[in-house]
């Protein structure tokens, strides 16, 4: 199956530019969020250098983003550059939890691998990827729980069409 990232844009701006006035566009090396301002009447998730998975992942924010984060640069949120403290490193998987249990059920419903970023390579320790990928495996369960949110939910029913991916249940998450 092939995942192109122009797909991806198509699937997300058709779903959500009517409704939030958000686009999901190509950006350069680093992703941004970029609410509507008066030189652009919409809202932007700028993902990096054509990579599908960076796009998921920044609309994984996207969606975790309530309607005033949406309004700001970057959702308001904190980044600590990689090469993280293991305790800082430990706070931004706190927050990490919860947008990368989102790409890892948007990036299933696309028949897409789903990878656990730690997002720390050049640390002066080893992150513990795969007690990492747990609490993300646990917060999907959670979620499906819940429910999965209504914009997780849009994109997912978008995405599964697309891709011709049946309905997902928690059976459909793994942790390697």
Not at 71 to 97: C, H, N, S
Request: hydrophobic share 40%.
């Amino acid at each position: 199956m092939s995942h192109e990232y122009q797909d991806l844009v198509t699937i997300f701006n058709d779903t959500f530019y009517p409704q939030f006035n958000t686009k999901l566009e190509l950006g350069g090396d680093e992703p941004i969020y970029l609410p509507a301002d008066e030189k652009v009447p919409h809202h932007r998730i700028i993902f990096a250098r054509g990579f599908y998975a960076s796009a998921l992942h920044e609309i994984a924010h996207w969606c975790v983003a309530g309607p005033e984060r949406r309004l700001m640069e970057d959702f308001g949120y904190w980044y600590e550059p990689d090469g993280r403290t293991e305790a800082v490193q430990a706070e931004f998987e706190k927050v990490e939890i919860r947008p990368q249990a989102y790409e890892w059920i948007l990036a299933t419903s696309a028949g897409f691998p789903f990878n656990v970023s730690c997002d720390n390579l050049h640390g002066d320790f080893e992150p513990d990827r795969l007690g990492f990928m747990n609490k993300v495996y646990r917060e999907v369960e959670s979620i499906f729980e819940q429910g999965i949110p209504p914009r997780v939910k849009m994109l997912s029913n978008a995405l599964r069409q697309y891709y011709e991916v049946p309905e997902l249940d928690i059976s459909h998450f793994k942790v390697a």
